[in-house]
């Protein structure tokens, strides 16, 4: 396979647009999930019995080819940017809510009872307590949903959603294995920087861990 | 909701017209063809995914290296790596089964390694106390224990297989994302309802095989304390 490296530096400003596009496509739903999980989780922790229908019918969308559910969902919202966003918000929830419910799951009870006793009441000990203790694992949920919603993201172009999804699919009609070539790596790219940065974040708001390890070592 | 109605009854319109299933482009061909695409992809990507997971699992070393392995097969979009290898190696079955099979092995690998390394290590003690050695352990032990995990890992994979083997069709090949694939270029909005129906039906029936898989193969000791996650 002969790389045209001269065509990937004529076209970096096209390149560059189209990862922009890309990225809002993709993360947006992954944002669009966790407002969702997170109440529904907390709901679910409350109220054990939401929590099995929940994850079923979460689990139900998942099972769905997201090419089937782009054209489901193509009659309802048109050849538009929602078409690709609702559906990976969907796809996203079967990522997230299990891990949302694990993570609060996760705190343990003399933790829970320590936090009574020093006077918080259910939303502050959730808030200060619970939601920071969860954080791990709710950042694991949301670095495999991100991960894979910026790699299904190329689908979308199929329902002309740009992306670059589109130079993957421009470069084969054109049978020009650059630009595949341009699209698909910048894909990885742009996945893994932002399972990096997400990785960043967990560091950034588990200060507790680091000193932890830090004392440890 | 009347919508809806009216998708389901396009699509079992479709069905039940007999033009459907025979020749070529029927649905018995398209449906066979979609199933030996996912088939073989599912087979090697287990060979892959269980063996290094067993191996990561049971050793405990090399468990960042299989982390990162299984993150860049997450981050490879399939639509890309399909489109690529064609280029390279010619239109045939081959990028099919390379693209499915890196789209396979990440739930694989993650899910066995997590299960093996998951074995409380007080039941690994008392099973070399009782004279087992890593065979031992490993097959009798680990795996057993792990196979909630095992099995959950296989069924995500199977699931995704089954549903990104439409993409073949982009590429000029078989399978029933060809319906998809026709239906949007010749703007026969049947054709892409009775297919996606198809693929949904497919992806049901692996659901419910790996459900029915569970009940049989898990330890009954194990399946009131499984993890559902």
């Keep these: ?217 | 909701m009347n919508d809806l109605w009216n998708q389901i009854k396009l699509a079992s319109e479709w069905l039940t017209a007999s033009a459907q299933w025979h020749g070529e482009d029927g649905i018995p061909h398209r449906l066979g063809q979609h199933l030996y695409y996912a088939g073989a992809s599912l087979l090697l990507a287990m060979i892959i995914g269980l063996a290094l997971g067993l191996l990561v699992g049971h050793t405990g070393r090399g468990g960042f290296l299989a982390a990162s392995l299984a993150n860049l097969g997450r981050a490879v979009p399939t639509i890309g790596l399909l489109l690529l290898v064609i280029t390279v190696v010619g239109l045939s079955v081959t990028p099919v089964i390379v693209a499915l099979t890196a789209l396979a092995i990440p739930p694989i690998l993650v899910n066995t390694n997590e299960g093996v390394r998951g074995v409380d290590a007080d039941t690994k003690d008392a099973a070399q106390g009782m004279g087992m050695t890593g065979w031992g352990v490993l097959w009798r032990v680990e795996v057993p224990m792990a196979l909630p995990l095992i099995l959950l890992g296989l069924r995500t994979a199977a699931i995704q297989v089954v549903a990104t083997a439409t993409i073949a069709a982009y590429g000029g090949l078989g399978g029933l994302g060809r319906y998809i694939v026709d239906g949007l270029s010749r703007n026969d909005y049947q054709l892409v309802v009775g297919g996606s129906f198809l693929v949904v039906l497919l992806a049901f029936i692996v659901q419910l095989v790996f459900t029915l898989l569970r009940r049989l193969v898990v330890s009954r000791g194990l399946l009131g304390q499984a993890k559902s996650s």
């Design chain 1, 1 to 217: 396979m002969d790389i045209d490296w001269g065509w990937i530096g004529e076209h970096t400003s096209q390149l560059t647009d189209h990862a922009v596009i890309h990225l809002r496509l993709a993360l947006l739903p992954v944002l669009f999930g966790l407002m969702i999980s997170l109440p529904l989780g907390v709901l679910c922790r409350r109220w054990g019995w939401l929590y099995p229908p929940s994850l079923t019918i979460a689990n139900i969308f998942y099972a769905i080819p997201s090419l089937a559910l782009f054209m489901i969902f193509v009659q309802y919202t048109g050849l538009t940017a929602s078409t690709v966003m609702i559906p990976l918000t969907l796809y996203s929830l079967a990522v997230l809510l299990p891990n949302v419910v694990d993570g609060l799951g996760s705190v343990a009870e003399p933790v829970r009872q320590a936090a009574t006793a020093m006077g918080f009441g259910t939303l502050r000990r959730l808030v200060q307590v619970e939601l920071p203790i969860a954080v791990p694992v709710v950042i694991a949920g949301i670095r495999v949903a991100a991960v894979s919603s910026i790699s299904l993201v190329a689908v979308g172009q199929l329902i002309g959603q740009g992306g670059l999804g589109y130079d993957i699919l421009r470069g084969y009609q054109l049978d020009f294995p650059t630009q595949i070539f341009a699209g698909t790596v910048l894909i990885i790219i742009l996945a893994l920087v932002t399972d990096a940065l997400l990785v960043l974040l967990q560091w950034l708001l588990t200060p507790w861990a680091r000193a932890r390890r830090g004392r440890a070592s």
